[in-house]
């Protein structure tokens, strides 16, 4: 054998060789391909639906043009519990019983809504493109005990984000414990944001009082939850100019307010929409009216 001929046989063996381990490769990765629908149950089948989805989502987005408005609403609770007895009408119209909550949940799945939290919204409106697919955002006010007690085992269970704005001066037996929102934020389905301390109406505040209710309020949570805070619910959701301008140079991105609207306008970061959801308002149907009313 001359050296040419040897040459070429030990190239043939390596093609041979390298060709049997692609062959071996393709085959081990076709077994495992193929064993791995037996392999799921129904939580992991469940479970990639919802990771397609997630896909679905992160994949069709469309542009916001600008001086336009953008559908997305921010949906707002406070009682997820039965009302006292003794309460007025004004004061039961803030409970929602737990089984509602969770068949309105279940409606607007049903409907195709997907939970975001405040902040992912506020990162769409400031980029100016959305999601195709339809989203929400859930946000709850004050930081009531009943949140921790009702609502977040319905929201656990359906893996379902929301936004909750803390009142950080207001503590006492009603109310959620440092250790709680400190538990609830760790789990990673809750986002906090600030609420004011002492809940003041703020358009009636010194400008004083404005800035350090502003100013403590974050600087609590962030203390507390070792992350950035940037979004402000404004107390009954009032607001002027002079607070929209505090709110932006105390470090907040936005600020969240009430219209009963769900179109957004992304040069108003800090007039966010809120609709205020109370026992008797068919949700679903009063989004696909706002939706098409446009
Ligand atoms: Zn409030």
Redesign the pocket.
């Known amino acids: 054998m001359d050296n040419d001929k040897h040459f070429n046989l030990i190239i043939n063996i390596m093609i041979g060789l390298l060709v049997a381990a692609i062959i071996i490769l393709l085959d081990h990765l076709a077994i495992n391909i193929k064993s791995q629908p037996s392999d799921y149950n129904w939580q992991d089948s469940t479970e990639s639906a919802s990771a397609q989805k997630e896909n679905a989502i992160n994949d069709g987005m469309k542009k916001i043009e600008p001086g336009e408005t953008t559908f997305l609403p921010i949906l707002n609770f406070?009682h997820i519990g039965t009302a006292p007895q003794h309460a007025d009408k004004i004061s039961k119209s803030f409970y929602l019983e737990p089984k509602k909550f969770e068949a309105l949940l279940k409606s607007l799945m049903d409907n195709g809504y997907h939970a975001v939290f405040a902040s992912e919204a506020v990162s769409y409106l400031q980029t100016m493109q959305i999601p195709e697919n339809k989203i929400m955002v859930i946000t709850f006010?004050?930081g009531n005990e009943d949140f921790y007690t009702n609502a977040w085992p319905i929201l656990q269970k359906y893996q379902v984000k929301s936004s909750m704005?803390i009142?950080t001066g207001v503590r006492g037996e009603d109310w959620l414990t440092e250790e709680q929102i400190k538990e609830l934020d760790k789990f990673g389905l809750v986002e906090f944001g600030s609420?004011t301390v002492w809940?003041p109406k703020l358009t009636k505040a010194t400008s004083e009082e404005i800035d350090s209710e502003l100013a403590n309020s974050k600087e609590f949570l962030e203390k507390l939850l070792n992350k950035q805070v940037n979004i402000l619910?404004y107390?009954?959701g009032l607001y002027n100019e002079e607070i929209k301008n505090k709110t932006k140079s105390a470090g907040y991105i936005s600020g969240l307010t009430f219209d009963q609207d769900a179109w957004q306008n992304p040069d108003d970061l800090f007039a966010l929409t809120r609709i205020s959801v109370y026992p008797e308002l068919n949700v679903v149907k009063f989004l696909d009216e706002l939706r098409n009313g446009k």
Request: net charge negative.
């Open positions: 406070h006010d004050d704005y009142m609420h809940h619910a107390p009954f």
